[in-house]
């Protein structure tokens, strides 16, 4: 039962470069949300889907962008990454009726 | 959503009962209070929700009073692996999940020996 899978778990950026950080649920949850982290502080809302091709900004959305193609796959977007989006990074899904399940996260770190 | 406030740390030792109680006095006729826990190095994970009054599971207990301005989350005879972080959350009828989630800053606990 795979639940929610985030890729990679670890990266390390240049200052201008871009990258994709995947995730995917394999629970048929139409709500997907993705988090920051920064240390010794709580999560913070990037951006948050409802449905497929359905996204919304959350609480901190500069610097980054999202899509939804699919209900399963919810991938975030650094175009050009910045010391301040060093962070961990974490994705969640929720069901009509269930609570929010979290993947592992993504330790990005901006050189 | 309803802003909810809980105190940043916590200690305790291993045995005891430890009660965390969150404050949200702007709750919503329609929210719910929902806690995560949240390891080191890990993403949340649910340990119980409620509306009204008592709620029980096998991993702990959530007490809401009848005006609903706060709550307590109670951990029966903690272990030391029960050190973590626990966020109280509003969310309206969470497990409709007709909105966003929104994190507050936790209440780290740690148990010692």
């Known amino acids: 039962n795979a639940g929610v899978t985030q890729t990679p778990k670890f990266r390390i950026l240049k200052i201008g470069q871009s990258m994709t950080l995947q995730c995917t649920q394999d629970?048929?949850?139409?709500?997907m949300y993705w988090y920051r982290q920064d240390p010794g502080m709580g999560l913070k809302l990037i951006y948050y889907?409802?449905?497929?091709?359905?996204?919304d900004k959350g609480e901190v959305p500069n610097g980054y962008n999202v899509s939804r193609s699919t209900t399963e796959d919810f991938p975030l977007r650094l175009e050009l990454a910045a010391p301040s989006q060093t962070s961990v990074y974490f994705c969640?899904?929720?069901?009509?009726?269930?609570?929010?399940?979290f993947g592992q996260g993504t330790r990005l770190t901006v050189v | 959503l309803a802003k909810t406030t809980q105190p940043i740390s916590m200690d305790s030792y291993e045995g005891q009962e430890v009660n965390i109680t969150c404050s949200h006095n702007?709750?919503?006729?329609?929210?719910?209070i929902t806690w995560y826990q949240q390891f080191p190095s890990q993403g949340p994970r649910f340990i119980i929700q409620?509306?009204?009054t008592k709620v029980t599971n096998e991993v702990a207990s959530l007490f809401i009073p009848a005006d609903r301005k706060s709550s307590t989350l109670s951990l029966p005879r903690v272990s030391l692996s029960d050190t973590a972080v626990y966020y109280c959350?509003?969310?309206?009828?969470?497990?409709?999940?007709?909105?966003?989630?929104?994190f507050g800053s936790g209440t780290r606990l740690s148990i010692r020996p």
């Open positions: 969640a899904s929720q069901g009509l009726n269930t609570e929010a399940f």
């Open positions: 629970m048929n949850h139409n709500y």
């Open positions: 889907s409802v449905g497929a091709g359905i996204t």
């Open positions: 702007n709750i919503a006729t329609n929210d719910y």
């Open positions: 409620g509306y009204k």
């Open positions: 959350l509003a969310t309206p009828n969470a497990y409709s999940s007709a909105s966003k989630i929104i």
